[in-house]
């Protein structure tokens, strides 16, 4: 009865053991991917940031870009403006000169 409960408490304490490091095994395997998701996390982070970077460096020369664009098509839109103004204002001075012409040219046949 001695030699069994002897073999029992063997085999109950390799039992134990084997437990023991099956634990240890998985709480290190635990750590591991743990560091490994946190490894990926900083990457992803680190990736994201650079491509929040070139976003917004993207955005900032869109931006400007379309400023420019603006600025210049309300530039051209003054130069149209006065073209439209001092043709007008050539018409203008035309009309008044050619109604003096004809009064010129009614006043000498008058004479």
Do not use: C, P
């Amino acid at each position: 009865k001695e030699a069994y409960e002897q073999e029992i408490n063997s085999i109950t304490s390799f039992f134990e053991k084997e437990i023991m490091r099956l634990k240890s095994d998985l709480d290190k395997e635990k750590w591991k991917r743990l560091e490994e998701m946190e490894r990926l996390t900083k990457a992803e982070d680190e990736s994201t940031r650079k491509l929040l970077e070139r976003h917004n460096k993207n955005v900032a020369e869109l931006t400007g870009g379309n400023e420019k664009l603006t600025s210049d098509y309300r530039s051209l839109e003054e130069k149209y403006d006065r073209v439209v103004e001092d043709h007008e204002q050539a018409k203008r001075d035309h009309d008044v000169l050619a109604k003096e012409r004809i009064a010129k040219d009614r006043a000498m046949e008058k004479d």
